[in-house]
């Protein structure tokens, strides 16, 4: 199923609903604005949006609990809530777009329902201005950003340290080229451009290729979690055990 070139309202429920099927639904150059509930709801197989918008829905933007969500160069923003939130056994594959003014965070990658961490990708994303994070990767999922600007949220991307999944921010072979803060003192998260939740005491990412405030990057320790966080530093970490 497609939908090409159409605005959809809800007063009272979801702007649209993708339920059903194994095939991918296709919403194209399309708007998502002022439901009560979500602007996308996602219970299917896949979802290609290409070239939308979602915007002043009373909760997500978008809201998945299955299938394969692939987004090009879509914007969401003004969203009560999340504006994308990828939960249960959906994944996510955004390139391109904005992801901006949402109330909750840009982003947010739920625990997988399986045992092996889902993967996701984001690549070439604007997160500005969101009054959560801008990504949220949980305990069981993993999560790979490539070209993304992250200023003026909450923390630009909160990674939670289970046991199995991992954060891909940049190799000497395939530099990051994320903005987590910038020149200018609007340029730069309130809190911190990277946060590590539940940390352990020794651990080693790499963060090759990324811009930051100063260089090399001060980091700070926080605790429990890395929403306390009240003097900036570029990344942080909230360790497991304090």
């Not at 829905?57 to 160069?73: E, F, H, R, S, Y």
């Not at 994308?84 to 777009?97: E, K, V």
């Not at 990504?135 to 950003?145: L, R």
Request: glycine content about 10%; charged content about 15%.
């Amino acid at each position: 199923a497609g939908l090409d070139h159409v605005t959809v309202t809800n007063a009272t429920g979801d702007a649209i609903v993708v339920t059903g099927g194994t095939g991918a639904a296709m919403i194209d150059h399309a708007t998502a604005s002022d439901a009560k509930r979500f602007g996308i709801a996602v219970r299917s197989a896949s979802l290609v949006l290409d070239h939308a918008t979602v915007s002043n829905n009373k909760q997500d933007g978008l809201n998945a609990k299955q299938g394969t969500i692939t987004v090009t160069a879509s914007d969401f923003r003004n969203n009560a809530q999340n504006a994308l939130d990828i939960d249960q056994g959906a994944t996510l594959s955004i390139t391109g777009g904005n992801v901006d003014s949402n109330q909750f965070d840009a982003i947010f990658l739920h625990n997988g329902s399986s045992f092996t961490p889902l993967a996701h990708t984001i690549t070439g994303v604007s997160l500005k201005q969101n009054l959560g994070f801008g990504i949220f990767c949980a305990g069981n999922a993993s999560c790979t950003v490539r070209d993304t600007t992250m200023f003026g949220n909450e923390i630009g991307i909160v990674f939670d340290v289970g046991s199995t999944n991992a954060l891909d921010l940049g190799t000497q072979a395939s530099p990051g080229n994320n903005a987590f803060a910038g020149p200018l003192a609007t340029e730069r998260n309130i809190r911190a451009g990277l946060c590590f939740e539940q940390s352990g005491a020794v651990a080693t990412q790499l963060v090759e290729g990324n811009t930051w405030r100063a260089c090399a990057p001060p980091s700070r320790k926080t605790g429990p979690v890395c929403r306390p966080h009240n003097t900036y530093s570029d990344p942080a970490f909230a360790p497991a055990v304090v």
